[in-house]
């Protein structure tokens, strides 16, 4: 079936994960620490950020997370409640450096230009994608954009997924899944969608490849791909 639909994962998708996040996290634990190297110890082990390399590891929980998961973890060792330290990580975020995987504007208006609805689907909340693409300056080329916290459930689950289909009436076959993790993947085939990994995050290609019908270096190599299903 022809695809009629692009749903991209944000971060490690749209915006290279380490150039970007690596930096959010080294602010946030400062912000947090407030000098205290013992407590940021604690929070980076936490979180699974190597504070030495200023990196997050592969089996960081914040990879895929949302926003209110990270701030449970950090909760458990830090003297913040739940719901501050939430807060303070979508302030955090929402005013983190952006670094694109691949130039946005040209690609997106390409991907439009061939007749595809386009959509965003983050375990982020959605108002840090709606910064995070203002701040691109593509916010207007997506038909749709949700977060964890829009009502249709995070990822790996294939709610939000759905309801973007629904919300461009397209049949959920018709749709493309791209992302850097097994969640973005694995919520796709459980939608019943084509799922194409980019390696831009922190999972290589022999972790996306069984979850994925294409790993491709990055969302720029995105158009070829689409050329090669005609």
Known sequence: MTPRAVLFDKDGTLFDFGATWNVFAQRLLGRLA????ALAARAAEAVRFDLARGVFLPDSPAIAGTNRQIAEILAGV????????EVMIVEEAAET?????????????GLRGRGLRLGVMTNDTESVAEAHLGRAGVRSRFDFVAGADSGWGAKPSPGPLLAFADAVDVLPGQVVMVGDSTHDLIAGRAAGMLCVGVLTGMA????LHPHADAV??????????LDGLR
């Open 204 to 207: 290589g290609r022999e972790v």
């Open 97 to 109: 450096p952006l670094a694109e995987a691949a130039p946005l504007g040209p690609l997106l208006d």
């Open 216 to 225: 491709l270096p990055d969302i720029g190599h995105l158009p070829g791909w």
């Open 34 to 37: 407030e000098g205290d190297m």
């Open 78 to 85: 830090m003297p913040y409640g739940v719901d501050a330290l």
